[in-house]
C-alpha cells in the first residue's frame, strides 16, 4: 500500500505538463511600477496572452477589488488560459514583490495547467492565490508574508469570522458536504503546491490557515493526483494544512509547520494542523509539527457520514505539542487522532513529544465510530498526558496496538494490544472512567 504512493520526482512530472509549445513562446516580461492602477493591468495584459509570463521589480496590487461580469468572486488578476507566471530576481537579487491585494491571482482555467513560480506576496487579502479551476497545478517557491484575514472572503465560506487562507484550491471556500461538492471535477490532475514559504498571521478572532484544498478531483474520469510537500508554514491560528474531501490521493510530505500560540474560535474540534477529512487516499509522512495550542490535534484523519475516510497511512511524522504544564486539555487535544466514519488507517512510527490530553486517540463523531485501525511502533517516550498516552473512545471497534511502553484508556470493542520487547515496560490500561 505503501509503494502506490511513491512516484517520480514531483518536478520533473509537473516540468513536463508545461513544455507546450504555447509555454516555450518568448517569454513576456513585466516590471513592477509600484503603482496599483499600472501593475493589476499590466500583470492582467501579460496573462491573457498566456505562454511563460515573467515579474520583475515591485507591483502593487493595492486598488479596489475586481469582480468581471458574471463572476460570483471579487479578484485582482484572473488567469484563464494556459500560463507559467514566474519571477526573475532583480539587480539586487530579490524576488518580485506583490503587495496588497484581495486575492491577487484568481486561476479559472478549466482544463488547461498552470504554474506560479518564484514569487513574493505581502499583505494580500483573503488569499495569495485561489485556484478555482485547473488541470495540472503548480505552486512552487513563493512566498507569503502575512495575510489579512477579509471579512469578503469569510462570507464566501459562510463564516462568521474573517477568512485567511494564503493557498485555496477548490470551486467554492465553504467545508464541502458529502455529495454536495461544488463542481470537483473543475480541478484534477497533478496539483503540486511545493516548497513555499507561508508566515500567515492573524488575530485571536481570525480564522488563519495556510493551504486548503477543497473538493477536487472527481473519479474515475478526472481523478486528482494532490501533492502538498516541502512548504514551510507558521503563525497560523486554524488549521495549516486542510484536505477536505478528494476524488483521488493525496501525498503531504516533508513540510515543516510552527502553529503559533493563537487560536482562532473554535466549534470544538479544531484546530488541528494537518486535517484530512472524506474520501481520498492519504499518504501523511514525514512532516515536522511544532504545536502552541492548548486544543485540538497535531494530525487529525476523519470520516463523516456520507463519506467515510479509509486507508490514510500516517508514517514518520515528529509531533511537539507545546502547551504550557497548567493547561486544561479537552477531549479534542492529541498528537494524532483517527475520528468519525475512518477505517483502515496506519499510524506508524510516529514520534510524538511535548504534552496534551492524548498522544494517540481514537474518537467517535456523533454517531460516526472508527474501525480497523492500526496503531504500530509509535515513540511517546517522555510525553505527558492528561487523559491516557493512548485512549479509544467507546463505540470504536477493532483497534489495534502494537508499541513498547504507555498508558492506554480503553473503552472500545475489539481492541487487540500486542507489547512489543520484554525489557521495556508493556502498555498499561488505565482505569476505564
Same mark, same amino acid.
Given at each position: ?321 507545546? =502547551?504550557?504544564? &497548567?493547561?486544561? !486539555?479537552?477531549? $479534542? ?7 468519525? #466514519? *475512518? /477505517?483502515?488507517? @496506519? ?21 460516526? =465510530?472508527?474501525? &480497523?485501525?492500526? !496503531?504500530?511502533? $509509535? ?7 492528561? #487523559? *491516557? /498516552?493512548?485512549? @479509544? ?41
Amino acid at each position: 500500500m505503501i509503494r502506490n504512493f511513491i512516484t517520480a520526482p514531483i518536478k520533473v512530472v509537473m516540468a513536463a505538463a508545461f513544455c507546450t509549445a504555447a509555454a516555450a513562446a518568448q517569454p513576456i516580461v513585466v516590471i513592477g511600477t509600484d503603482n496599483a492602477m499600472l501593475d493589476v493591468a499590466a500583470v492582467q495584459a501579460a496573462v491573457d496572452h498566456g505562454g511563460q509570463v515573467v515579474l520583475v521589480g515591485r507591483f502593487s496590487f493595492n486598488r479596489s477589488s475586481l469582480k468581471p461580469d458574471m463572476a460570483s468572486y471579487s479578484r485582482m488578476v484572473t488567469v484563464s488560459k494556459e500560463v507559467a507566471i514566474s519571477g526573475k530576481l532583480d539587480e539586487r537579487g530579490e524576488m518580485p514583490t506583490i503587495t496588497g491585494g484581495a486575492i491577487p491571482f484568481y486561476v479559472d482555467a478549466p482544463g488547461t495547467p498552470v504554474a506560479i513560480r518564484g514569487l513574493r506576496f505581502i499583505r494580500p487579502k483573503g488569499a495569495a492565490v485561489w485556484v478555482h479551476a485547473a488541470n495540472g497545478l503548480m505552486i512552487e517557491d513563493c512566498r507569503i508574508e502575512g495575510v489579512e484575514a477579509s471579512t469578503e472572503f469569510g462570507n464566501y465560506a459562510r463564516q462568521i469570522h474573517p477568512l485567511a487562507s494564503a493557498i485555496f484550491v477548490g470551486s467554492n471556500p465553504a467545508p464541502p458536504k458529502p455529495g454536495q461538492e461544488e463542481q470537483p471535477e473543475n480541478n484534477f490532475g497533478e496539483l503540486s503546491i511545493l516548497d513555499n514559504d507561508i508566515n500567515v498571521g492573524g488575530t485571536a478572532h481570525d480564522q488563519a490557515l495556510g493551504i486548503c484544498v477543497f473538493g477536487v478531483g472527481k473519479s474515475p474520469e478526472k481523478k486528482v493526483n494532490l501533492y502538498i510537500s516541502g512548504n514551510k508554514i507558521r503563525n497560523i491560528t486554524e488549521r495549516a494544512i486542510n484536505v477536505n474531501q478528494i476524488g483521488g490521493q493525496a501525498q503531504i510530505e516533508r513540510n515543516v509547520i510552527v502553529t503559533g500560540a493563537l487560536a482562532a474560535p473554535s466549534n470544538g474540534v479544531q484546530p488541528d494542523v494537518i486535517h484530512a477529512v472524506g474520501s481520498g487516499s492519504y499518504l501523511i509522512a514525514h512532516n515536522s509539527i511544532v504545536s502552541e495550542w492548548a486544543a485540538g490535534a497535531g494530525i487529525r484523519v476523519q470520516g463523516n457520514a456520507g463519506s467515510s475516510q479509509n486507508g490514510a497511512i500516517i508514517v514518520d511524522n515528529d509531533l511537539t505539542m507545546l =502547551a504550557s504544564e &497548567n493547561t486544561i !486539555f479537552g477531549a $479534542n487535544s492529541a498528537g494524532i487522532e483517527i475520528r468519525g #466514519l *475512518a /477505517q483502515g488507517n @496506519v499510524v506508524l512510527n510516529n514520534r510524538i513529544r511535548g504534552r496534551a490530553g492524548s498522544g494517540l486517540a481514537v474518537i467517535v463523531q456523533g454517531l460516526n =465510530a472508527p474501525a &480497523n485501525n492500526t !496503531f504500530a511502533s $509509535n515513540d511517546l517516550e517522555g510525553f505527558h498526558s492528561s #487523559l *491516557a /498516552q493512548v485512549f @479509544v473512545d467507546a463505540g470504536v471497534v477493532n483497534t489495534l496496538l502494537i508499541g513498547r511502553k504507555g498508558t492506554v484508556r480503553n473503552r472500545g470493542v475489539g481492541t487487540v494490544i500486542v507489547n512489543k520487547g520484554t525489557t521495556a515496560s508493556p502498555w498499561r490500561q488505565k482505569a476505564q472512567n
